[in-house]
């Protein structure tokens, strides 16, 4: 069965850093891209960033120089750290595998149940 299981999201002051995981199983995490996509309250999805399976990384331009993917794929894990938060990256946020800038349930090959982060003061 496959699964991805995110973890790490919370409640962050604004300026804040938070790092996102995304525990991956049954699949070979190893070969696929991987992508974190993220839906703010009221909102649609949004492709955030992806890391290619030799490690090439790609970014949003709302997140591009304050967030950072990167993968263990011995660990089968994908992370996402988040710095400098702003009360606009208010949302769920979502691991998939898949082509990069995978966006949807359906456009995606897999994905997670996701993880809430919510920038406030």
């Known amino acids: 069965e496959v699964q991805l299981v995110e973890s790490g999201g919370g409640l962050v002051q604004p300026g804040g850093s938070l790092r996102l995981s995304c525990a991956a199983s049954?699949?070979?995490?190893?070969?696929?891209?991987m992508n974190w996509i993220r839906q703010a309250p009221g909102k649609g999805l949004e492709w955030v960033s992806g890391?290619?399976?030799?490690?090439?990384?790609y970014y949003g331009d709302s997140v591009k120089g304050r967030f950072d993917i990167s993968r263990d794929n011995a660990k089968y894990t994908l992370y996402l750290r988040l710095n400098s938060l702003e009360p606009e990256d208010t949302a769920m946020y979502y691991c998939?595998?898949?082509?990069?800038?995978?966006?949807?349930?359906?456009?995606?090959?897999?994905w997670g149940q996701g993880t809430q982060v919510t920038v406030s003061s």
């Open positions: 998939a595998a898949g082509r990069l800038g995978c966006w949807s349930r359906s456009d995606c090959d897999f």
């Open positions: 049954g699949f070979a995490f190893s070969t696929y891209v």
């Open positions: 890391i290619t399976a030799g490690g090439t990384t």
